[in-house]
Every structure is written in C-alpha cells, then in structure tokens.
C-alpha cells in the first residue's frame, strides 16, 4: 500500500501560481507511475499530468500543456505540479494519485492509490 497526502492548494487570481506537493509513505514509491487529477464540480476526473519512476516520460493534458510541470524527487518520496498562469477553469480538487504500471496512465480508473485532494480556486 502507498498512502498520499497533498498540500499547497488555496486561492490565487488568475495568472498566478502555485505549486503543490505530494508525500507518499508506505511501500516503495519509486516504481510507481504518480499522476495529479483534478475534478471540478459536475465534471469527470481528469488526469492533467503524469510521470513515470524516471521522469523520463511525462504525460501533459492539452489543457495545461505549457503551464503546468509534474516533476519526482524519488529520494524524498514526492511528487509535485507547478501551476502557472493559473485560469478560472483550472479550479478544482487536485488529487495526487499513483499506478503500478510502467507509463503514465491518460484515464483516471487507471490509478490505484489516491490522496484526500487539495482545492485550488483561482478568482479574483
């Protein structure tokens, strides 16, 4: 079993930034693909970014493709995702999440092992 806990989420304007961490325990992180999903009210999960153990192969959804960075300190056990020139539509529970597969998973169901998620807003 591996357990996540996220932080860093919060308000922020649009435009802004923010960085959010993800600590994983438990079982051996590194050969774990690790991915942040968000879902926004009404909406279905969405993988917005993926990385394998090496950080070799990242996955980038077309929506946050150039804004957002997944990246993995293996050594520290976590995971974290850059958000810049954050959007309102960017708004959602953000949840860390990990697959034993060997490459980043595109859909959701996918994943195995999830955090409690972190709410980002981005409002004026």
């Known amino acids: 079993q591996v357990q996540l806990v996220e932080s860093g989420g919060g308000l922020v304007q649009p435009g802004g930034s923010l960085r959010l961490s993800c600590a994983a325990s438990?079982?051996?992180?590194?050969?774990?693909?690790m991915a942040w999903i968000r879902q926004a009210p009404g909406q279905e999960r969405e993988v917005v970014a993926a990385?394998?153990?090496?950080?070799?192969?990242?996955y980038d959804s077309d929506s946050v493709k150039g804004r957002f960075t997944i990246t993995r300190d293996n050594a520290k056990n976590k995971v974290f995702l850059q958000m810049n020139s954050l959007k309102p539509e960017d708004a959602a529970v953000y949840y860390c999440?990990?697959?034993?597969?060997?490459?980043?998973?595109?859909?959701?169901?996918?994943?195995?092992?999830w955090g409690q998620g972190t709410q980002v807003t981005v409002s004026s």
């Open positions: 438990g079982r051996t992180f590194s050969p774990y693909v």
């Open positions: 999440a990990g697959d034993r597969s060997c490459s980043p998973r595109r859909d959701a169901y996918d994943y195995d092992y």
């Open positions: 990385i394998n153990w090496s950080g070799g192969n990242i």
